[in-house]
Structure formats: structure tokens, C-alpha cells
């Protein structure tokens, strides 16, 4: 009986830090550029929580706010940790939208904002993670004016 009770502590021990694992590397990020006083960055706000719950994919959020000094300043560290400078650094101080990046590659795959409802997000956000983790996705053609293209850099590296 007490070689069944440690078999059975091994498997819960090995499958809590396994899933430690799993949730401590995304296949993607989600670098939401935010500012408390935007409304496209409410708009947003409002959307992407359930939508990342909905898409149900291996992702973790990234806020970059700018709404004090004190945020800024986390926002910023908060990109170091990640590996994700470049993309803070294209787009700090432009709030509104969200891009979502290749955790491995740290390769901007594609940008949601406001005007996409929680669901349309959840959809946009399983595309780019297929692309990210190297699985196929079929997608239907849309007639859709919304986009996930990017905003042009905000930054422009003076160099």
C-alpha cells in the first residue's frame, strides 16, 4: 500500500510542476498597449480577457500601460522578462490595440483592438497560435473591414 500512496504523490507531484511548465511558456503573447484614458484601450480592455479565456490556447497577456509613470516603468521590465524590448519599443506610448507575438520566435504574428468583440478575438487569437506552435489552420475567407494588421510603428528608431 505505501508503494501505491508514492507512486501516486510521484504522478501528482510530476503532473503539477509539468503543468507549471506548460503554463510558464506560452506559445504566445498578447501585448496589450493601454492607456487608462483611451477609449479604444477600454474598448479593448472589455474584450480580451473573456477572449483569451474563449480561444482556449496556450497564450499569456502582456499590458503595457501608460497611464502613470509607475506603469510605464512595470510595462518595461515586464517586456524584458519576456524577451519582447523590440515590440514594447515599437509601440509604447500608441494605446488601443493588442500585438500578438511568437513566444519562441518573439516575431509580431498579427494586432486586435476594440472594434473586434470577444469572440472574433478568441478566433483571431487560435489562428495566430496555430501559426506560432507550427499547426495548420483553415480559415474562412471574410468580407470583414476589421484587421489584424498592425499599426505603423509608433517609435522610429533614431539610428
Known sequence: MRRVTTFITT?????????????????????????STDANSQALDAQLSSAIAIA???????????????KWEKAAHDAFDRDIVPVFNQWVGLP????????????????????FSANEIADELRKMSSRASG?????????????????????????
Open 96 to 115: 488601443g490595440f493588442a500585438a500578438v507575438v511568437d513566444a519562441k520566435s518573439k516575431r509580431v504574428i498579427g494586432c486586435v483592438n476594440g472594434r
Open 11 to 35: 504522478l501528482a507531484l510530476t503532473a503539477g510542476f509539468g503543468a507549471t511548465a506548460f503554463a510558464s511558456s506560452p506559445d504566445v503573447y498578447v501585448v496589450n498597449f493601454r492607456n
Open 135 to 159: 499547426k495548420a489552420f483553415m480559415s474562412k475567407a471574410s468580407v470583414s473591414t476589421k484587421t489584424t494588421k498592425c499599426p505603423p510603428v509608433f517609435n522610429k528608431d533614431p539610428g
Open 56 to 70: 482556449g490556447v496556450n497564450t499569456e497577456e502582456v499590458v503595457i500601460d501608460t497611464s502613470s509613470a509607475a
